[in-house]
């Protein structure tokens, strides 16, 4: 497991390594001279795929969760070691089964504990009037909305703090992987989204304390706190993230060896570095690595400048009709995936206010009554743990519940 680590957020500057696709599987390699090292033999993280050659690594598909495995020989590349790499891709099915399967299993259990304290109320002759049991729980899609417009929150708050873009793609990238195994009708996303904030602002070393952090947001620091090792433990505590920005730059150094229109080429740039932005809001993260999405949104950006990707993709990856194949074959639909993704991902159109006040509202009606500590079952479950004994940290349900308003705008104005 990797430790606790904090990333570096030392500028990057054209001798700084950066991120290139190496390698039957699309590992990442480093140049030390600011350009990238790419070749076509590349395919889709999510993919079970096979190498044989020594060095190389065999990929194939856990069964279980449909996250990946590798194993292989000789000197493995520094983003193949990573935590990110090892731990955190996934197919698009195993990602859409796995959030069914935590929305379902947090209805389940909301609808038990409802019958439970309906019927501890009914023996006591109280009212249960407020306990409805057919409730419209939130839909898988309702739930990525809802996080998708805190997403954007945190684009908001971290650029009017004038924070880097890696800063708020760490800071997204925890909440995405939080709410793998995790549903909002347990987690208020707002509460998580500022915990998941505090968190990359330490990781990424623009560190701020927990009082000025609340002070400026105009929260509370312990609904901050009280989620902070719940998070970082959801988190497998691997809190390095690796992004497409460092290697987009590298791209960027690259082709300014086939260009003879630098004005256009750094449009090109800019626009790629916009396309970034939106994968963020997307599952890429997961899929693809961050090179391969880098490279992505050049291609992209290159077709909205009218700038001539073909020329660079000849120079790089098409140097010999065998380098040709493999590019057509292997890296090229990695590329047109990423693409498609992001000109169909709905996620990639901010989420208007008024449909998340709608989600939060519907939210709010699905509340655990096993998280409101004035609730007859959490004070029976509370009276059952031992004096002095160990609180499971798993056992939600004696967990107060964390409120938080939509309404209470935590964004500069």
Known sequence: MEATTVANSTPISSGTPVESINGTNGEQSHSQNGSTSVTTESTPLATPTSASEPGSTTVKQNGQNGKTEESGSGLKQLYEQSTQFRYWRYTQSALDDMRSKVNQEAINAIKDNIREEREQREAQGASVDDLLLDLNFLKVDEELALLGFYERRIVKIFKYWQLPSYVTATAIVYM??????????????????????????????????????????????????????????????????????????????????????????????????????????????????????????????????????????????????????????????????????????????????????????????????????????????????????????????????????????????
């Open 176 to 413: 995405k992987r939080f709410f793998l195994e995790n549903t909002v009708m347990d987690y208020h996303p707002k509460d998580v989204m500022l915990t998941c904030m505090f968190l990359a602002r330490k990781t990424e070393n623009f560190l701020m304390t927990i009082e000025d952090f609340s002070k400026v947001l105009k929260s509370s620091a312990e609904p901050i706190l009280s989620l902070e090792f719940l998070v970082s433990k959801n988190l497998r505590f691997h809190f390095t993230v690796h992004h497409p920005y460092r290697p987009c730059l590298g791209f960027f150094y690259d082709m300014q060896a086939v260009t003879d229109n630098m004005e256009r080429l750094q449009k090109v740039y800019d626009k790629a570095l916009g396309h970034i932005d939106t994968s963020l809001h997307t599952d890429l993260c997961f899929l693809y690595q961050p090179s391969q999405i880098a490279l992505a949104a050049m291609r992209i950006a290159c077709k909205e400048e009218s700038y001539d990707f073909e020329r660079y993709a000849t120079y790089k990856f098409k140097s010999n009709e065998g380098a040709t194949q493999k590019y057509n074959e292997t890296l090229l639909p990695i590329l047109l995936d990423i693409e498609r993704v992001l000109n169909e991902d709905p996620r990639r159109v901010e989420v208007e206010k008024s449909v998340a006040t709608e989600i939060d509202k519907r939210l709010k009606m699905c509340k655990d009554p096993a998280k409101n500590p004035d609730s007859l079952i959490f004070k029976k479950r509370r009276r059952s743990v031992p004096q002095g004994g160990d609180d499971d940290d798993d056992d939600d349900d004696d967990r107060p519940e964390k409120k938080a308003k939509l309404g209470d705008d935590s964004s500069p104005e």
